[in-house]
């Protein structure tokens, strides 16, 4: 059988056309099963966070705290607390059950979570460039900074007389205006011993005496009644002492009220500049001993803020430098009527939840945090710990 050119043309054309097709169809399928992979191995990775939380879920989460009132503490067996009732919450919202204890420290805590032993560490905990080095952090919950603490001191009578007494102060005053009395005595009884004898005798033991009562009796501007300068240099002299006692007494009584102002502020801390070479105190290892070692003053650490409330209480130390929300709370609190707080806040810092790094948990406690800013969880819970602003 014999078939013409062009439909043998016409066949190959045909056949030319079904392979390429096919190819292109084999393309596009091998296209959609390597799609199909990437979107499994993506599914994959955002589930994996999902699978972690789940398996700590059925593990219990592992939470450190330390006691930091009022932001955690231990009461009746059991830790309470601003940041605790805020992890609660939290917790709640990421649905995970979870263990809490106690570390002594807060090295003890950041280091348990560096190596792995703790999930999460919850108290007052400051974030820092140094700290973030080994562990992560959660956005910050609450905004703090350091204050400073000092007793209320109560100055009996007694003291302060005997402290006025033995002034230094006094003393250099009371001398200087002796000196200058004598001097004046002198003058007068050298020019009135000849012409008025009578009241500035000649000899010189009753003469400077008379003198010397004369000087005193002038300069404490009773005047000198029974004594009086007949001559012209005596009265010129007379005039001049005068005036003197008028400056004399106004120095006198700048000393004095010199002498209260001291007596006053000797303890009077109210800014950082007023602990220059004082003893002051505070919990080391924390972001407040950090900033006292770059000061000039006698730093006295403590392994615990409680230990440094003692010490205050003892008089073993001048001032207490800590984070200020804790101050604040012990002032209201079991130092009531024993300490106050003084000076604005310095050293501002922010407190955040420490996680391990690359924690599964940093992007829901976030977010959660976020949440209960934003419900009005966050501002009831404040409010029970200190109260409206």
């Not at 003291?159 to 033995?166: G, R």
């Not at 240099?233 to 002498?259: D, E, K």
């Not at 976030?366 to 209960?372: G, S, T, V």
């Amino acid at each position: 059988m014999f078939f013409p050119p062009k439909f043998l043309e016409q066949i190959f054309l045909k056949l030319v056309l079904f392979f390429l097709l096919c190819i292109r169809v084999g393309e596009a399928k091998a296209l959609t099963n390597k799609m199909i992979g990437q979107n499994s191995f993506l599914r994959e990775i955002n589930s994996s966070e999902s699978q972690i939380i789940a398996e700590k879920k059925r593990e219990r989460l592992r939470v450190a705290t330390k006691s930091f009132p009022p932001f955690a503490f231990e009461e009746n067996g059991q830790f309470v607390g601003f940041s605790i009732d805020l992890w609660k919450e939290i917790a709640n919202e990421l649905d995970v059950d979870f263990n809490i204890y106690g570390e002594k420290t807060i090295s003890d805590l950041l280091n348990s979570v560096t190596d792995g032993y703790t999930d999460v560490g919850v108290a007052g905990i400051t974030i820092t460039w140094a700290r973030e080095k080994d562990i992560d952090f959660s956005h910050s919950f609450f905004e703090s900074g350091l204050q400073i603490l000092v007793p209320m001191e109560t100055v009996y009578p007694w003291q302060f007389f005997f402290a006025f007494i033995f002034s230094p102060i006094l003393w250099s005053t009371v001398a200087i205006i002796l000196i200058v009395i004598a001097i004046a005595s002198h003058l007068i009884w050298w020019l009135e011993r000849k012409n008025n004898p009578q009241m500035f005798p000649e000899n010189y033991k009753d003469g400077i005496w008379e003198a010397f009562w004369w000087a005193v009796v002038t300069v404490v501007t009773v005047g000198y009644g029974d004594k009086t300068p007949t001559g012209k240099a005596g009265r010129i002299i007379a005039t001049i002492w005068m005036f003197t006692g008028v400056l004399l007494i106004s120095y006198f009584t700048a000393s004095v009220s010199s002498i209260l102002t001291v007596q006053r502020l000797d303890n009077n801390i109210t800014t950082i500049q007023d602990l220059y070479n004082k003893s002051v105190g505070t919990v080391k290892d924390t972001t407040a001993a950090e900033f006292l070692a770059s000061t000039k003053s006698y730093v006295v650490l403590f392994n615990s803020i409680e230990d440094a409330y003692l010490a205050l209480d003892d008089g073993k130390i001048k001032a207490i430098v800590y984070d200020a929300p804790v101050l604040r709370y012990y002032s209201r609190s079991d130092g009531a009527g024993k300490v106050k707080i003084v000076g604005s806040v310095f050293e501002r810092q922010s407190y955040g939840i420490a996680l391990q790094s690359n924690s599964p948990y940093r992007e829901s406690i976030n977010q959660a945090i976020l949440k209960l800013k934003e419900d009005g969880t966050y501002e009831r819970i404040y409010q029970q710990w200190f109260g409206a602003d």
